[in-house]
């Protein structure tokens, strides 16, 4: 027998407990006798257990997938969107359009260009090469008995200098002439000053003097009638020929 350390009074009901032949789960009649001893053995109701608490599913998730990556369809480095010349032949080199490359910028991609390096505005074949005879027209009219170049020639002067610049292997012969007045001897040295004029004038722009030969021929070459003050201007001037291969 179990003896309380707090007993109530009997018929006291006691919840939680459980006596022997007792039911029900709020509580049990707990029999004592005269000296307030429980007669009958008792036990704790269990409690209920917890309801379990349900775990959220949390859905995993959807994997994320790269963008595809750009197609290069002719493999030659440069994505297709920005490919400018699609369908190149595999292995060529390009440049960043796509495009096969052209190194000196003549029009003649490098694959096919047989003379790279053309200087910029010289003109070519279709192998990439100058033309290999070039010429350029050059004439410098002078006043009677002079041989100063008047200031109306400085444009041609500066273009026929920059095209023997661009061909470095092309001479040239500075041919001087005059009308008939003067002496045969006097003229020839008329004319060769005057071609002298116009060599010292393209050495000034940057052109070798060891490719520039200045002659004079005097009135030998006339190009038109000597009878009048036209034809003896016209024939009063300076040309240029013009030889030799480019590279």
């Known amino acids: 027998m179990v003896v309380l350390s707090a007993v109530p009074d009997a018929g006291s009901s006691f919840n939680g407990w459980r006596g022997e032949g007792c039911t029900g789960v709020e509580g049990c009649i707990v029999k004592m006798d005269a000296e307030r001893h429980v007669t009958a053995g008792f036990e704790k109701i269990p409690e209920p257990e917890p309801e379990p608490v349900p775990v959220p599913v949390i859905p995993e998730p959807e994997p994320v997938l790269p963008p595809p990556a750009p197609l290069d369809s002719d493999l030659d480095g440069v994505f297709d969107p920005s490919d400018q010349c699609p369908g190149t032949p595999l292995g060529m080199k390009v440049d960043g359009r796509g495009c096969p490359l052209d190194s000196d910028g003549d029009g003649v991609i490098d694959e096919l260009d047989q003379c790279p390096g ?73 004319s060769q000053r005057r071609a002298k004029s116009v060599v010292r004038a393209l050495i000034s722009r940057g052109v070798e003097g060891s490719r520039l030969t200045p002659v004079g021929y005097g009135e030998r070459r006339p190009i038109a009638t000597n009878a009048d003050a036209e034809g003896r201007q016209r024939n009063r001037r300076v040309i240029g020929v013009f030889r030799g291969l480019t590279p």
Not at 134 to 139: G, K, N, Y
Not at 165 to 187: M, Q, R
């Open 118 to 190: 053309t200087p910029l505005e010289v003109p070519v074949d279709e192998k990439g090469c100058p033309p290999e005879k070039v010429t350029i027209a050059l004439t410098v009219e002078f006043d009677f008995d002079k041989w100063n170049i008047r200031k109306q020639y400085d444009e041609e002067l500066d273009r026929v200098a920059n095209f023997m610049k661009l061909y470095p292997n092309v001479t040239a012969e500075i041919e001087g002439h005059t009308d008939s007045f003067g002496s045969d001897a006097y003229n020839i040295r008329l």
